[in-house]
């Protein structure tokens, strides 16, 4: 697995073991693909804050949830049969 910056999106480069010819009998694939928003904290647990430094570690962003998420079903039928 290989994750990849590119600029305001992340990349995830990922290869997934396809077994032989025959043996996939029933073997299904799929994505899932979420979209998460990281703004600035309105608040903070160590207010009242007057400098960066007075932030505590990992509070300075927070993540909004999954604004967005899809699965996408891979079609194993269009595998290369090489295996």
């Known amino acids: 697995m290989r994750l990849v910056n590119a600029g305001a999106s992340l990349l995830l480069d990922l290869k997934l073991p396809i077994p032989a010819s025959g043996e996939a ?7 899932l ?6 703004t600035p904290r309105s608040t ?3 207010e009242p804050i007057r400098k960066d430094s007075d ?4 509070e ?3 993540e909004s949830g ?3 998420a899809v699965r996408v ?3 194993t039928s269009q595998l290369p049969q090489d295996g």
């Open 25 to 31: 009998q029933g073997l299904q694939y799929a994505v």
């Open 60 to 62: 300075r962003y927070i």
């Open 33 to 38: 693909v979420e979209e998460l928003t990281t």
């Open 55 to 58: 932030i505590l570690e990992g």
């Open 73 to 75: 079903e891979l079609d």
């Open 66 to 68: 999954s604004r967005f």
């Open 44 to 46: 903070y647990s160590n």
